[in-house]
């Protein structure tokens, strides 16, 4: 059937049930609000004791630097040239992290013409790559350390960070060498255990006593926890009023200035991924057009999210009562399949919209065409409810 002429012209939608009415999609949506991100970015901003940044890796999609950028977010951690470039060229004033602490020589010599004044490390090899390549005039070098993980997801210290020990090494020579000594920790992903901050914090000031090195800035990393799960979302201005405690506390008058960099956090709740019920098997086990080769890529990894909303094809909810179903993605893959079972109405059928909300993080910039599938529309929404 063919729309109307004002439907096909619509650019910003009210909510995902205005677009499954409009437009009856038959491939995944990614359905953003600028107005959700805005009140997020705010959220930290207005919060987090320190300079707010934002990690591009979690979702790189130029409009969401935009809205951060207008709204206020003054720094972004990038991770590769590509993200040094993109921030470059959309938020020209903006202060670029390089926090990647691994780094080619080709990467090193990319970002010091580029202008990047921010680094971490945590390894010697590391650091004697930047020192032989950067200039130290005014160049922050951040050691990045690291604790057995606590209240997160996945731990990054398997890959990245630097034991204490090996810290206050770093941050000597550092200082030695010339450059503005910081340090830097990622308590790791979807951190709802404000505790975890404390035990890094008060690290972080074991080493600069062992050093004898006061740093400039003290970084806290990412880890801020998103709306995943039904209930209470998380409580970020407990994680905000414990950081700027426990940093007073240990540095005192010495307190070093602070730096958080979010992805999921401030990202993951401007979006909801809205994906089809292509084949209801038996009942039973249901087939999406969306999966772990899409826009939920990282569910096996951290868990199913469970804030989800099913509507029919008018764009109305399915009341059923719930009822625990397996979950695959479209692929000819068995690997293609959601962590355990999800909770969906009992009323549920084939042609229905399944919408996982708070979706905006590792989704789209994970997102493969695996197997023919994996296209995936992004439209605008006013609000995602």
Excluded at 34 to 39: D, H, K, R, S, T
Excluded at 56 to 81: C, E, H, M
Excluded at 228 to 242: N, Q
Excluded at 256 to 270: F, N, Q, S, T
Aim: proline share 8%.
């Amino acid at each position: 059937m063919t729309k109307p002429a004002s439907e096909m012209q619509k650019t910003i939608w009210d909510n995902p049930s205005d677009i499954i009415r409009s437009r009856a999609p038959d491939h995944p949506v990614m359905a953003f609000s600028p107005l959700a991100l805005e009140a997020t970015a705010r959220r930290f901003l207005d919060g987090f004791p320190g300079q707010v940044t934002y990690a591009v890796k979690s979702n790189p999609d130029p409009s969401i630097i935009r809205v951060l950028y207008k709204t206020g977010v003054t720094g972004f951690d990038v991770a590769s040239p590509a993200e040094i470039d993109l921030i470059g060229q959309i938020a020209p004033a903006a202060a670029r992290h390089y926090h990647n602490p691994v780094r080619a020589s080709a990467e090193i010599a990319h970002a010091a013409k580029a202008g990047i004044r921010a680094w971490s490390v945590d390894s010697q090899s590391e650091l004697a790559k930047i020192i032989a390549r950067v200039p130290p005039d005014g160049v922050e070098i951040s050691p990045r350390f690291k604790l057995p993980v606590s209240g997160a997801i996945y731990d990054f210290g398997s890959k990245f960070g630097a034991p204490p020990e090996l810290a206050v090494t770093l941050l000597q020579e550092v200082a030695a060498r010339g450059f503005t000594p910081s340090l830097t920790f990622h308590p790791g992903t979807q951190c709802t255990d404000p505790a975890a901050w404390e035990s890094y914090i008060r690290t972080a000031g074991d080493i600069a006593t062992q050093a004898g090195i006061t740093p400039a800035r003290l970084n806290v990393g990412g880890g801020f926890p998103s709306h995943r799960v039904t209930g209470a979302a998380p409580d970020l201005e407990a994680i905000f009023a414990l950081i700027a405690r426990v940093t007073r506390e240990t540095f005192g008058a010495s307190a070093p200035a602070l730096v958080c960099e979010p992805g999921r956090g401030l990202c993951a709740d401007a979006f909801s991924l809205i994906t089809r019920v292509k084949a209801l098997r038996d009942g039973q086990t249901i087939f999406l057009n969306d999966g772990v080769y899409g826009g939920l890529s990282e569910l096996p990894i951290v868990g199913n999210l469970d804030r989800i909303e099913v509507l029919d094809p008018k764009g109305q909810p399915r009341r059923g009562e719930p009822l625990s179903r397996t979950i695959f993605g479209p692929t000819c893959d068995s690997v293609d399949r959601l962590p355990g079972e999800l909770d969906l109405p009992e009323d549920l059928k084939d042609g229905d919209y399944v919408i996982f909300h708070g979706a905006g993080a590792y989704s789209t910039a994970t997102n493969t065409r695996f197997n023919g599938f994996g296209e995936m529309e992004h439209l605008t929404v006013r609000a995602l409810g």
